[in-house]
């Protein structure tokens, strides 16, 4: 059983950066794929990034392509989220996710989710 948790969301001003970070325990964290969902008041949950196993390929949602920049460290389980140029349209709750295999997955079929943290941006 894979636990995640969720840090670093906060209230900012568009054109601010805030770097959240996903702590992992409870598995082999290189065994996973890693991925950050968020999910906007009334809407769905929607992909937002991924990284594979090794940190070497990583994967966007177009409407953050250029300003947000997943990553992972496998030696501290976590993995991060740099947002830089937030826009009041990425205000959403924010989560973390772990699928076993080598990835990329874009849909919610993952295997362990956190709790989510809450961005907001103001304009």
């Known amino acids: 059983q894979v636990q995640l948790v969720e840090s670093g969301g906060g209230l900012m001003q568009a054109g601010g950066s805030l770097r959240l970070s996903c702590a992992a325990s409870?598995?082999?964290?290189?065994?996973?794929?890693m991925g950050w969902f968020r999910q906007a008041p009334g809407k769905e949950r929607e992909f937002v990034a991924a990284v594979i196993w090794s940190g070497g390929s990583t994967y966007y949602a177009d409407s953050v392509k250029g300003r947000f920049t997943i990553s992972r460290d496998n030696a501290k389980n976590t993995v991060f989220l740099q947002m830089n140029s937030l826009k009041p349209e990425d205000t959403a709750v924010y989560y973390c996710?772990?699928?076993?295999?080598?990835?990329?997955?874009?849909?919610?079929?993952?295997?362990?989710w956190g709790q989510g943290t809450q961005v907001t941006v103001s304009s």
């Open positions: 996710a772990a699928r076993r295999g080598i990835g990329p997955y874009y849909g919610l079929e993952y295997d362990y």
């Open positions: 409870g598995g082999t964290f290189s065994w996973y794929t």
